[in-house]
């Protein structure tokens, strides 16, 4: 129950995760895209647990109704229809299903023998690298066309994003989309690399025999006392 409190949480507040760092227009627009975005993976969480299993999963629900925050992070500020993010939402709610399900215990576990306790493979992970790629491709779509949002919400100047100026200065403002989106591919490779790196040498120093003796993988009785 407690958990399902948190999850709720953090339903609620993901909007601020994407957008506080923006202001005005851009700052709404990434809020009605995330709480959409949300609310497609809801959808698409529940609907995987009950095809997989006939009833919801309770790991589904607390973890992959959250991926469609992550999926329609990188874009969240770009999308101006609606159906484009419950879309995101809902594949990437999808994924992290499956990544609970199916990925994690056949692949991860089984296969390659890693445990992922806290789930962040399925709820950050792959909904994550789906998001660059949606914004990747959403970047590239908009090259010569100039932020589609700006023609729609605006007729007057003045109310432009940053105070003022026309669609034209607006439009090269903006710089070229498709450098935009080869940066967006850089920045996921080069996190792709950190990550892997340091997960590979946070897994070596934890394996080696100065941490030892460990009874138990995965359990704090070593290090806490426990009152029964």
Aim: proline share 3%; net charge negative; charged share 15%.
């Amino acid at each position: 129950m407690v958990a399902v409190i948190g999850s709720v949480f953090l339903w609620m507040f993901w909007p601020s995760f994407n957008g506080a760092l923006s202001e005005g227009v851009t700052q709404h627009r990434i809020i009605c895209n995330t709480v959409l975005g949300i609310t497609g993976s809801v959808i698409s969480a529940a609907g995987t647990a009950r095809i997989l299993y006939g009833k919801l999963d309770m790991e589904i629900i607390l973890n992959a109704t959250l991926a469609g925050g992550v999926a329609v992070g990188s874009s969240c500020d770009l999308i101006c229809e609606p159906w484009a993010a419950l879309l995101i939402g809902m594949i990437g709610g999808i994924l992290s299903s499956l990544g609970f399900a199916k990925i994690g215990p056949w692949i991860m576990e089984s296969k390659v023998e890693l445990q992922d306790t806290c789930g962040v493979h399925s709820l950050h992970g792959m909904p994550g690298v789906f998001a660059a790629i949606v914004s990747m491709i959403y970047l590239s779509t908009l090259e010569g066309k100039g932020f589609p949002a700006d023609k729609f919400y605006f007729t007057d100047p003045s109310n432009f994003v940053d105070g003022a100026g026309t669609a034209g200065e607006i439009q090269n403002e903006a710089g070229n989309y498709n450098d935009q989106a080869l940066a967006q591919l850089k920045s996921l490779l080069v996190t792709l690399a950190i990550s892997i790196i340091s997960g590979l040498s946070g897994g070596f120093l934890c394996s080696m025999d100065i941490w030892k003796p460990v009874h138990a993988l995965f359990r704090d009785d070593d290090h806490f006392h426990h009152v029964l």
